[in-house]
C-alpha cells in the first residue's frame, strides 16, 4: 500500500473515532499508524508524490487563526516565571512592529507621490479620475498586515519542546530524509531524522518563535526550522537563537524577501534542543 492509499483508508476512520478533534491532531495520529506498521519501508514508499496526500486534508482545527488574521510569525511564550521581564520584551516586540509598519506606509505614500507627480502633466478624462480616487481610498482601508502573533498560555504551553509546539501549531507531514553521507556514521532510525527513507517534516507557516527561560535573561528568542534542514542527522524542530530585537525585521524579511538560513550546509543548529525534541514524548 502507498502512501496516498495508506491516507485514504486510515484518515477517515481516524477522524470518525475522535470527531471533535482538530485536523492537527488527526494527521500525527495517522503518522502514528503510520510509524507503527510492521516490516515499514518496502514497495509502499516509492511513490514520492504521494508523500503530499496528507496535506488535502484542510479542516479546521483549534490552532487555527482566522482566515483574515493569519500572521506571518508566531512568538509563544514556554516560561511563565518572570512576568516582568516577558512584558518588557513583549512591549519592545509591539514598538518595532508599529514602527516598521509606519515606515512602510510612508514609503508607499511616498512611492503614491512620485506616480502623481510623474501622471500629473497629462489629463485625466472623468470616469478615470473617479476610479483613481475609487482606487485610492481602497488602498487607505487596507488592512496593516499581521507580521506577529503571541501565544501566552500556560496551561498548554509551559515548558513545550520545540517539536511539541511545532505539532500543535503547524500541520504534520511525510517527507524523503536527506541521504547519509558515506563519510558519516548511522544514526539510529527516528521519525524526525529519519527512518526507512523518510521524516516527519511540518507545514512552512507560519515561522515559530519561542520565548524560553533563558530569553528571561539575555533576551534572546528560539527561531524553529519547520521543515528541517536538508542535512542528514537534521530535524524539524531543530533550531537557532537570535536577539529578540531582531525578531520584527528577521519575519518582516523571511516571508517578504524569501530569507533562510542554512549556515553555509553546515549543521550549526542547537544540538541540545534537537537532543530535547528527539526525546520528546509524542
Request: aromatic letters at 8%; hydrophobic letters at 35%; proline letters at 6%.
Amino acid at each position: 500500500m502507498d502512501f496516498a492509499s495508506f491516507v485514504d483508508s486510515h484518515y477517515p476512520t481516524l477522524r470518525s473515532q475522535k470527531p471533535s478533534d482538530g485536523r492537527r491532531a488527526i494527521k500525527l495520529r495517522l503518522l502514528d499508524a503510520f510509524w507503527s506498521q510492521p516490516n515499514l519501508g518496502g514497495t509502499e514508499l516509492q511513490n514520492v508524490d504521494a508523500l503530499s496526500e496528507i496535506t488535502r486534508h484542510n479542516h479546521p482545527d483549534p490552532f487555527d487563526f482566522p482566515e483574515d488574521e493569519e500572521p506571518m510569525g508566531v512568538l509563544v511564550r514556554t516560561d511563565y516565571e518572570d512576568e516582568e521581564s516577558w512584558q518588557s520584551f513583549l512591549d519592545g516586540v509591539r514598538r518595532a512592529e508599529e514602527e516598521l509598519l509606519s515606515e512602510l506606509k510612508q514609503s508607499n505614500a511616498d512611492e503614491d507621490v512620485a506616480m502623481d507627480d510623474a501622471s500629473g502633466s497629462s489629463q485625466a478624462a472623468p470616469g478615470e479620475l473617479e476610479e483613481e480616487e475609487h482606487e485610492s481610498s481602497s488602498d487607505d482601508d487596507e488592512v496593516a498586515p499581521k507580521i506577529i502573533s503571541v501565544l501566552s498560555d500556560p496551561s498548554t504551553l509551559s515548558g513545550l519542546t520545540n517539536i511539541l509546539v511545532l505539532r500543535l501549531l503547524c500541520d504534520a507531514s511525510l517527507a524523503r530524509a536527506p541521504t547519509k553521507p558515506n563519510d558519516v556514521k548511522a544514526l539510529p532510525p527516528h521519525r524526525l531524522t529519519g527512518s526507512v527513507g523518510l521524516r516527519e517534516t511540518f507545514s512552512k507557516t507560519p515561522t515559530i518563535w519561542i520565548y524560553d527561560s533563558l530569553s528571561n535573561k539575555d533576551g534572546s528568542l528560539k527561531a524553529i526550522n519547520n521543515i528541517g534542514p536538508e542535512l542528514y542527522g537534521c530535524a524539524a524542530g531543530d533550531s537557532w537563537r537570535t536577539k529578540g530585537s531582531h525578531l520584527i525585521e528577521l519575519q518582516w524579511s523571511i516571508t517578504m524577501q524569501g530569507l533562510s538560513f542554512d549556515f553555509g550546509g553546515l549543521d550549526r543548529w542547537d544540538l541540545d534542543e534537537r537532543r530535547r525534541n528527539l526525546e520528546s514524548n509524542f
